[in-house]
């Protein structure tokens, strides 16, 4: 698929949700929209408060690094949930603006690079478990993920200030 069709299809899905009921919703009611920025807010506490925690023990090398994953893999991933439901709807209310800025287009980016490393990180988590390795935790692979995870979520955090902040 050439970049020009595939930038079309982005363009076309963006339009479509900000001329969506949803879209509407947003610009229209005075309580949807703020709602909708204070679920985002806390979504992200949660997510970055449960992500901190873990990456905190694993970085120090906890021998309860388990137990602390089952503890605060549900608040991370209510808070993950919180975060797109409520970011659809800020982002229905003016879809195009933000989508073309480039702050928004980093957070995205980092959002994405953040899952992928969640995706490693739990792969290789798993693969200790099954007893295909012997490195958890607190190996150095697990290290770096977590190093790279309390990096990635700020920024994607950062990144959502500047699209506030950008006016769009």
Not at 1 to 25: K, N, V
Not at 74 to 84: E, N, R, S
Request: glycine fraction near 8%; charge should be positive.
């Amino acid at each position: 698929m050439a970049q020009g069709a595939l930038a079309d299809i982005i363009a076309a899905a963006f339009t479509a949700l900000e001329q969506s009921s949803l879209g509407a919703a947003a610009r229209g009611s005075a309580w949807l929209y703020p709602l909708a920025n204070l679920g985002h807010v806390l979504g992200a506490a949660l997510l970055v408060g449960a992500i901190a925690t873990f990456d905190i023990q694993v970085l120090r090398r906890a021998k309860n690094v388990g137990i602390i994953a089952r503890a605060v893999t549900p608040v991370a991933a209510f808070g993950l949930a919180l975060q797109v439901a409520s970011g659809t709807v800020l982002l229905a209310a003016d879809a195009m603006p933000v989508v073309v800025n480039p702050a928004f287009q980093f957070k995205m980016a980092m959002f994405a690079l953040g899952l992928i490393n969640v995706a490693v990180f739990r792969w290789r988590y798993n693969r200790t478990r099954m007893g295909r390795a012997q490195t958890f935790p607190g190996a150095k692979g697990n290290a770096t993920c977590s190093e790279k995870t309390t990096q990635l979520w700020p920024k994607e955090k950062t990144g959502r200030w500047d699209v506030e902040r950008s006016g769009s």
